[in-house]
């Protein structure tokens, strides 16, 4: 996990420190987390950037646990709440549940090794939800349903350019 080394390799000083040298650890606090210690407590100090980042990346970890729930169980057989949201799955075959998993997992981890920026795992969810929704559209079945009608086109006539 990228974010555990900044946590658990950074810089240790003391309350004390902290409201004596409040800049200088500010500083250090700027390049890596800083643990401040107070008694038998500990405080991180990081920046706000890195907290955000944490927490975007626990929220993204949640809703690939969920929705990696939400396929075994449409894939054990079991039911899903209508109000689930990962109800959209059910409208997938068992095939691109698997496809869609296989996909979703290689696109995290890629994220979490820093080969493609984060949103990207989260493109490919969204993009197996449209798919999802467009299976389930009357409209898009039906145009996939319909013969084909089309007429091939014939070579364009070019006009003979005039001199001038």
Not at 42 to 65: D, T
Not at 82 to 108: I, Q, S, T
Not at 122 to 131: L, P, Q, T
Not at 136 to 149: G, I, L, Q, T
């Amino acid at each position: 996990m990228a974010n555990a080394r900044l946590v658990f390799d950074d810089v240790i000083v003391s309350a004390t420190t902290l409201n004596r040298r409040s800049g200088e650890v500010l500083d250090q606090a700027w390049e890596k987390c800083v643990t401040i210690m107070r008694n038998e407590q500990s405080f991180a100090l990081l920046r706000r950037e890195q907290a955000a980042g944490m927490v975007a990346q626990l929220h993204r970890a949640q809703q690939i646990l969920g929705l990696f729930h939400a396929i075994e169980r449409i894939r054990s057989g079991a039911s899903l709440d209508p109000a689930d949201e990962f109800e959209w799955l059910r409208a997938l075959a068992l095939d691109d549940l698997k496809e869609m998993g296989d996909e979703v997992y290689a696109a995290y981890t890629r994220a979490q090794r820093g080969e493609i920026p984060p949103e990207e795992a989260d493109a490919v969810i969204h993009e197996w939800r449209e798919s999802a929704w467009a299976a389930r559209s009357p409209n898009v079945r039906m145009a996939f349903e319909a013969a084909a009608d089309e007429v091939p086109l014939t070579e364009p006539i070019v006009a003979p350019s005039s001199p001038e």
